[in-house]
C-alpha cells in the first residue's frame, strides 16, 4: 500500500515524489504536527482513506472534535455520550500472561482513575482494589491463578452463577452491598465496635505521644473506655470475619465515598453492556466521542486502545500492519507512566500488526520514546511558541519551520528498511 504526500520541494522535474510504502517503512506508526488551519484533518482523511484500500486493514479512527468524516461507503460512525446505547467493557479481564490477569486489569483501571480528575484518595485506593478482587473471584476470576483468567475455563467447584466479566455496574452494586453490610448487616455491631475502639486508640497513642513531651494528659479514662470497647466488640462478635472485613473495607466512610464514585463514573455513559457492534464490512470505524467530557474521553481511549491491543496480541505476530489506530488531538491522551497503553503500542504493538497515528499540534506534547518509535513524521506547521521544543526534540534545524506554508507545503521523514536516509525532505503537497 501506497500513500503519495507530494513531491520533492527541489525538484525542478516534479518527478521525486515522497511516497509512504506501508511495506517497506521500518513501521507503520506515523505522526502528523499542524496547528490550527495547517490541514491536518485533511491529511488525516487522505492517510485513512488510502489505508482503507487494502482489504486487509481496519482503521480505527478516535474523533475528538466530530469533524473527521469519511465517505460512508467505508466508514461506520458510532458516536458515544451519556444518552447513547453503546458503551465499553473496562474489567474484561485477559489470559494473557504478560499483559493479562486480575492484578494487570485491576491496577490499568485505578491508572485511569488516577489520570482524571476522579482520583482516588490515598484510603479509597486499597478499598476500590480490595473490593475489586473479591467481585472477580465471585465471578469466578482468581488472582494467582492464570487459568483462570481464560472466560472458558471454570475452575470453580460447585459455582451457583455463571462465569462472566463483572461490569462498572456490577462493581457499583458490590460497593453498595458492602456499605450496607457495614452499616447494617448482620455483623454491623461488631464492626461499630470495632471503628469505635480503633478510633479511640488513636487518641490514645496522641496522648502518650503528649505525656512524652511533658504535657499533662489524663489517660486513665480512655484506657478504661478502651477496654470496654473491646470486650463489647468480642462480646458481639458472630462470624469472626469482621476483623478481616474492617481491615479490607476500612470504614464506612470510605466505602461509601468509593462507592459515591462508582456511582458517578456509570453514570458518565461510557460503560454499558451494549459494546458497539460496526459494520464489519466498512473498514473504517470512527469513534465520535465529542459529546464526552475530557476525563470521559480519555477513559474512553485508555479502554479501547487496551481492548484493541490485547486483541491483537491473541491473533498473534503478524509481518505487516493490518489495524490502524487514529487518535485526533493525541496529545490530550498521553500519560509519562511507561505501563501506559500509548507507550505500550508505541514500543510493542508493531510486531502484532498495529500502526498508531498521532495527530497533535507539536511534538513537545510527546515522550522521546514515542517519537523514536514512529517511523513517519509528517510536520504541516509548527506554531512559533512550540518551535524551539520540536527543533531540540526532532534535532532539526528550527528556522525550517519557519518555511512551512500551510496547506501547501511540509516537511516529511519516512524511515525505510535497509536505508540509512532519515532526513526530513521538503515536500510540495500534493
Given at each position: 500500500m501506497?500513500i503519495?504526500f507530494?513531491s520533492?520541494k527541489?525538484d525542478n522535474?516534479g518527478k521525486?515524489k515522497?511516497?509512504?510504502?506501508t511495506?517497506?517503512v521500518?513501521?507503520?506508526?506515523?505522526m502528523l504536527v499542524?496547528?490550527?488551519g495547517?490541514?491536518k484533518t485533511?491529511n488525516?482523511?487522505?492517510?485513512?482513506t488510502?489505508?482503507?484500500?487494502d482489504?486487509k486493514?481496519?482503521i480505527h479512527?478516535l474523533d475528538v472534535?466530530g469533524?473527521i468524516?469519511?465517505?460512508?461507503k467505508i466508514t461506520?460512525?458510532i458516536?458515544?455520550?451519556?444518552?447513547?446505547?453503546?458503551?465499553?467493557q473496562?474489567?474484561?479481564?485477559?489470559?494473557?500472561?504478560?499483559y493479562?490477569g486480575v492484578?494487570?486489569?485491576?491496577r490499568?483501571?485505578?491508572?485511569?482513575?488516577?489520570?482524571?480528575?476522579?482520583?482516588l484518595?490515598t484510603?479509597?485506593?486499597?478499598?476500590?482494589?480490595?473490593?475489586m478482587q473479591d467481585?472477580?473471584?465471585?465471578?469466578?476470576?482468581?488472582?494467582g491463578?492464570?487459568e483462570?483468567?481464560?472466560?472458558?475455563?471454570e475452575?470453580?467447584?460447585?459455582?451457583?452463577l455463571?462465569k462472566?466479566?463483572?461490569?462498572?455496574h456490577?462493581?457499583?452494586?458490590?460497593?453498595?452491598y458492602k456499605?450496607?453490610?457495614?452499616?447494617m448487616?448482620?455483623n454491623?455491631?461488631?464492626?461499630?465496635?470495632?471503628e469505635?475502639?480503633n478510633?479511640?486508640?488513636?487518641?490514645l497513642?496522641?496522648g502518650?505521644?503528649k505525656?512524652?513531651?511533658g504535657?499533662?494528659v489524663?489517660?486513665?479514662?480512655?484506657?478504661d473506655e478502651i477496654k470496654?470497647?473491646f470486650?463489647?466488640?468480642?462480646d458481639?462478635?458472630?462470624?469472626?470475619?469482621?476483623i478481616?472485613?474492617?481491615?479490607?473495607?476500612?470504614?464506612?466512610?470510605?466505602?461509601?465515598s468509593v462507592?459515591?464514585?462508582?456511582?458517578?463514573?456509570?453514570?458518565?455513559?461510557?460503560?454499558?453492556?451494549?459494546?458497539?457492534?460496526f459494520d464489519k464490512s466498512?473498514?473504517?470505524?470512527?469513534?465520535d466521542?465529542?459529546?464526552?467530557?475530557?476525563d470521559?474521553?480519555?477513559?474512553f481511549v485508555?479502554?479501547?486502545l487496551?481492548?484493541?491491543?490485547?486483541?491483537?496480541?491473541q491473533?498473534g505476530i503478524?509481518?505487516d500492519a493490518?489495524?490502524?489506530?487514529?487518535?485526533?488531538e493525541?496529545h490530550?491522551?498521553?500519560?509519562?507512566?511507561d505501563k501506559?497503553i500509548?507507550?505500550?503500542l508505541?514500543k510493542e504493538?508493531?510486531?502484532?500488526?498495529?500502526g498508531?497515528?498521532l495527530?497533535?499540534?507539536s511534538f513537545?506534547?510527546?515522550?522521546?520514546?514515542i517519537?523514536?518509535?514512529?517511523?513517519?513524521?509528517?510536520?504541516?506547521?509548527?506554531?512559533?511558541?512550540?518551535?524551539?521544543g520540536s527543533?531540540?526534540?526532532?534535532?532539526?534545524?528550527?528556522?525550517?519551520f519557519?518555511?512551512?506554508?500551510p496547506?501547501?507545503?511540509?516537511?516529511?521523514?519516512?524511515?525505510?528498511?535497509?536505508?540509512?536516509?532519515?532526513?526530513f525532505?521538503d515536500?510540495?503537497?500534493?
Amino acid at each position: 500500500m501506497e500513500i503519495l504526500f507530494g513531491s520533492d520541494k527541489w525538484d525542478n522535474s516534479g518527478k521525486k515524489k515522497s511516497i509512504l510504502d506501508t511495506e517497506k517503512v521500518v513501521n507503520n506508526h506515523m505522526m502528523l504536527v499542524g496547528g490550527s488551519g495547517s490541514g491536518k484533518t485533511y491529511n488525516l482523511k487522505k492517510i485513512i482513506t488510502a489505508l482503507s484500500r487494502d482489504p486487509k486493514n481496519t482503521i480505527h479512527v478516535l474523533d475528538v472534535h466530530g469533524d473527521i468524516n469519511i465517505e460512508d461507503k467505508i466508514t461506520d460512525t458510532i458516536k458515544f455520550s451519556e444518552t447513547s446505547e453503546n458503551g465499553l467493557q473496562p474489567l474484561k479481564v485477559s489470559p494473557d500472561l504478560d499483559y493479562g490477569g486480575v492484578r494487570k486489569k485491576i491496577r490499568s483501571f485505578i491508572s485511569m482513575l488516577n489520570r482524571t480528575s476522579r482520583k482516588l484518595g490515598t484510603k479509597q485506593e486499597p478499598v476500590l482494589i480490595n473490593l475489586m478482587q473479591d467481585l472477580y473471584a465471585a465471578n469466578g476470576f482468581y488472582l494467582g491463578y492464570p487459568e483462570s483468567w481464560d472466560i472458558k475455563k471454570e475452575i470453580r467447584k460447585n459455582n451457583k452463577l455463571q462465569k462472566r466479566f463483572p461490569t462498572v455496574h456490577d462493581l457499583k452494586m458490590f460497593a453498595e452491598y458492602k456499605y450496607k453490610q457495614m452499616y447494617m448487616g448482620m455483623n454491623s455491631t461488631a464492626t461499630a465496635k470495632l471503628e469505635s475502639y480503633n478510633k479511640k486508640m488513636n487518641s490514645l497513642q496522641k496522648g502518650l505521644q503528649k505525656q512524652m513531651k511533658g504535657q499533662d494528659v489524663d489517660l486513665e479514662s480512655a484506657k478504661d473506655e478502651i477496654k470496654d470497647l473491646f470486650c463489647d466488640f468480642v462480646d458481639n462478635i458472630e462470624d469472626g470475619m469482621e476483623i478481616d472485613e474492617l481491615i479490607k473495607y476500612d470504614s464506612k466512610e470510605v466505602i461509601k465515598s468509593v462507592y459515591e464514585k462508582l456511582v458517578t463514573l456509570e453514570s458518565t455513559g461510557i460503560f454499558k453492556n451494549k459494546f458497539p457492534a460496526f459494520d464489519k464490512s466498512k473498514p473504517v470505524k470512527r469513534y465520535d466521542i465529542k459529546s464526552l467530557e475530557k476525563d470521559e474521553q480519555m477513559m474512553f481511549v485508555d479502554i479501547l486502545l487496551e481492548n484493541i491491543f490485547l486483541l491483537a496480541k491473541q491473533n498473534g505476530i503478524k509481518p505487516d500492519a493490518d489495524t490502524y489506530i487514529v487518535i485526533d488531538e493525541a496529545h490530550m491522551f498521553m500519560s509519562d507512566e511507561d505501563k501506559h497503553i500509548i507507550n505500550i503500542l508505541a514500543k510493542e504493538s508493531r510486531k502484532f500488526g498495529i500502526g498508531l497515528i498521532l495527530a497533535s499540534q507539536s511534538f513537545t506534547h510527546f515522550s522521546n520514546d514515542i517519537i523514536q518509535s514512529s517511523a513517519t513524521k509528517i510536520i504541516l506547521g509548527i506554531d512559533e511558541m512550540f518551535r524551539k521544543g520540536s527543533a531540540q526534540k526532532l534535532q532539526v534545524d528550527i528556522a525550517k519551520f519557519g518555511y512551512i506554508i500551510p496547506q501547501k507545503t511540509a516537511m516529511i521523514q519516512i524511515k525505510n528498511r535497509k536505508s540509512t536516509d532519515n532526513k526530513f525532505w521538503d515536500v510540495i503537497l500534493e
